[in-house]
């Protein structure tokens, strides 16, 4: 890193060349294109945010933190300041001091969204789900949401459901944020079916595309939302996003049941094992599924994804063959066995559900494929992140799935602990199988 002489006789780099490098993701060089940059302009503090936005994705939240700590002492009662110094402190699991942080920003800015949101993910990871899910809906109210977002398209379809009447009327609830989301969320859909029946109404679930062919077999009618394909019922009367259903059912902690709740369908579960038992190059090994890479515009991907050299110890456990889950990701080393067949992925999460019921395990990061796993029963490894999705808690017990056994950092960015950890029960399984 240059000394400080250095920065200040440096040309002060514009704030487009930082953003340049910043959409490029060259995090190191974002860091000392700032660096530079305030030690011309000190009280500038959106360069500031910008070199905290890089030395978190480095995976340095205190360094984060205190940057942005330097930029409130310049620029007092600024509430995205505030905001930005609350998520990096809930970065290095502070929570309470988070907790205030957020509400101190809100006091400053009753209108802010992100800092509504983030709040309200403590306050669901604290288990205070009666504020938590409620504050959620703040997420709802983003006035920079894209005119071409899903939640745009819906509110144009129909007005949000907010608890009216349903006798006579149609409520069509929708894929609103990821997959694991819905998978997450789908447990609770029959209970909101039959509430909606119960008051003489109906329901419609609208789904991506990828998740159609697994929900259409337990949840109907359902129908892909690409298409717009609930036109052919009707123009609904109400809609909500499925993540604003733990609000409407008053969800509560004690509610949640790790029991699985979705199935493979049987037929390409058998089509599937003889897949793998034809394709594996070795039968007798563990076939494990194996996920190390998110989705790169997920928020926190930074934090949940893991380069394949971070493996390594993963690789090492003899008599395992492992299947990459995510189509289009990197190919694993030819000298790990494994066995991609995701390119025989026809109808999304369908193919993915049976694939993974004729596994052993599925050893992944936060992602979808988790979800997966646990609603269908199967042993799921989860390699979390210090922090993590705001479900997972702040330990390593959940209540979401009964086969989800976790697995977490013990520090930001310090993923050997965890990856030997995993290892370990792999030589586990291994032993107990034989």
């Not at 205190?62 to 609350?86: D, S």
């Not at 690789?315 to 066995?337: R, Y």
């Not at 993974?356 to 799921?380: K, N, Q, Y």
Request: charge should be neutral; proline fraction near 6%; aromatic fraction near 6%.
């Amino acid at each position: 890193m240059p000394d400080a002489e250095a920065l200040i006789d440096a040309p002060n780099p514009s704030l487009q060349t930082i953003l340049e490098k910043r959409f490029a993701g060259d995090w190191a060089a974002v860091e000392s294109l700032c660096l530079t940059s305030l030690a011309h302009d000190p009280a500038n503090a959106e360069v500031a945010w910008q070199l905290a936005g890089a030395q978190w994705r480095r995976h340095a939240p205190a360094a984060a933190e205190n940057t942005m700590r330097g930029a409130h002492a310049l620029n007092p009662g600024n509430a995205n300041i505030v905001a930005a110094m609350a998520q990096f402190v809930a970065e290095q699991g502070r929570y309470g001091e988070a907790q205030r942080l957020y509400e101190r920003a809100l006091k400053l800015d009753p209108g802010a969204t992100t800092p509504a949101v983030d709040l309200a993910e403590i306050e669901l990871r604290n288990g205070d789900w009666r504020r938590g899910w409620a504050r959620y809906e703040a997420r709802l109210g983003r006035a920079d949401r894209a005119h071409n977002s899903i939640v745009s398209i819906m509110a144009r379809v129909a007005p949000h459901w907010a608890g009216q009447s349903l006798e006579g009327r149609t409520l069509l609830v929708y894929s609103e944020q990821g997959n694991g989301d819905d998978l997450q969320m789908a447990r609770l859909l029959p209970a909101l079916a039959a509430r909606v029946q119960h008051e003489g109404g109906r329901m419609v679930l609208a789904c991506r595309q990828a998740l159609h062919a697994l929900f259409s077999r337990h949840f109907a009618p359902c129908v892909e939302i690409e298409t717009q394909a609930y036109a052919q019922h009707g123009t609904p009367d109400y809609c909500l996003p499925i993540m604003s259903v733990p609000l409407m059912l008053r969800l509560k902690p004690d509610d949640v049941r790790g029991t699985p709740y979705l199935a493979a369908d049987a037929s390409r579960v058998e089509a599937w094992r003889a897949l793998v038992h034809a394709r594996t190059p070795r039968r007798d090994a563990l076939q494990i599924g194996l996920v190390w890479r998110g989705d790169s515009k997920h928020r926190r991907d930074a934090q949940r994804s893991m380069d394949l050299e971070t493996l390594d110890a993963l690789f090492s456990v003899p008599n395992v063959v492992f299947h990459p889950l995510t189509p289009g990701g990197a190919a694993l080393p030819a000298s790990v066995a494994h066995c991609d067949l995701t390119h025989h992925y026809q109808l999304g999460f369908d193919d993915v559900a049976a694939h993974v019921s004729t596994l052993d395990a599925i050893v992944t990061i936060d992602s979808a494929p988790l979800h997966l796993g646990g609603a269908l029963g199967v042993p799921v490894y989860a390699m979390l992140d210090h922090v993590s999705q705001w479900a997972w808690g702040s330990a390593e017990k959940q209540r979401w799935y009964d086969s989800v056994t976790l697995f977490r950092q013990p520090r930001p960015g310090d993923w050997q602990p965890v990856v030997a950890r995993v290892a370990q029960a792999l030589h586990a399984l291994a032993s107990a199988r034989a």
